[in-house]
């Protein structure tokens, strides 16, 4: 889909959130099904509940009403980002730093565009990544997508809260 249509969309639904301390983390919106949807990832300090998921929805559906800037008919989605969530704001390499990441670039760097590693944070503004004991720096313009690759096996472990994950699980 058009990063400009993305970037507009995004423009008129994050401001709403954020006084409500609500993330908006990832929005997608392509055609499934033969139909287009809209799908909007969220995150707060406390999670994301069902009530907040439906809460969202009814407050973005009302905005995009008035805003109209969907030419069609679309279903509007709200969810969590899920463990594995993507990563796309500085404070979130940041806020990651030591886990498990997969980024694909949009230019190749060092032969290659997919990396899979350590995330090791933000230094200079560049995401530093540590694959396969190799420090690689990507410059946050050349992400295309980036997301926390957490192991399956991890999932009900005590430590796979924000800010305490560990490596080699």
């Not at 423009?11 to 055609?31: F, N, T």
């Not at 033969?34 to 009302?62: E, H, M, N, P």
């Not at 997969?102 to 060092?110: A, S």
């Given at each position: 889909?058009d990063?400009?249509?993305?970037?507009s969309?995004?423009?008129?639904?994050?401001?709403?959130?954020?006084?409500?301390?609500?993330?908006?983390?990832?929005?997608?919106?392509?055609?499934?099904?033969?139909k287009?949807?809209?799908?909007?990832?969220?995150?707060?300090?406390?999670?994301?509940?069902?009530?907040?998921?439906?809460?969202?929805?009814?407050q973005v559906?009302a905005?995009?009403?008035?805003?109209?800037?969907?030419?069609h008919?679309?279903?509007?989605?709200?969810?969590?980002?899920?463990?594995?969530r993507?990563?796309?704001?500085?404070?979130?390499?940041?806020?990651?730093?030591?886990?498990?990441?997969?980024?694909?670039?949009?230019?190749?760097l060092?032969?290659?565009?997919?990396?899979?590693?350590?995330?090791?944070?933000?230094?200079?503004?560049?995401?530093?990544?540590?694959?396969?004991?190799?420090?690689?720096?990507?410059?946050?313009?050349d992400?295309?997508?980036?997301?926390?690759?957490?192991?399956?096996?991890?999932?009900?472990?005590?430590?796979?809260?924000r800010?305490?994950?560990?490596?080699?699980?």
């Amino acid at each position: 889909m058009d990063r400009e249509f993305i970037t507009s969309l995004w423009d008129i639904i994050e401001p709403v959130l954020e006084p409500d301390g609500i993330e908006l983390v990832d929005l997608e919106y392509k055609p499934e099904g033969g139909k287009w949807v809209l799908r909007l990832y969220i995150d707060t300090s406390d999670g994301v509940t069902l009530d907040l998921c439906a809460q969202v929805s009814r407050q973005v559906g009302a905005l995009l009403d008035m805003e109209d800037p969907i030419e069609h008919p679309y279903n509007l989605e709200v969810s969590s980002p899920g463990v594995n969530r993507v990563i796309r704001k500085e404070k979130d390499f940041r806020l990651f730093s030591g886990s498990p990441v997969r980024i694909k670039t949009r230019r190749k760097l060092q032969g290659r565009r997919n990396f899979s590693g350590t995330l090791l944070g933000v230094e200079n503004s560049m995401i530093i990544v540590d694959v396969e004991g190799t420090r690689v720096e990507i410059n946050p313009e050349d992400v295309e997508r980036a997301r926390l690759d957490l192991p399956a096996g991890g999932f009900f472990r005590q430590d796979l809260r924000r800010g305490t994950v560990r490596t080699g699980v």
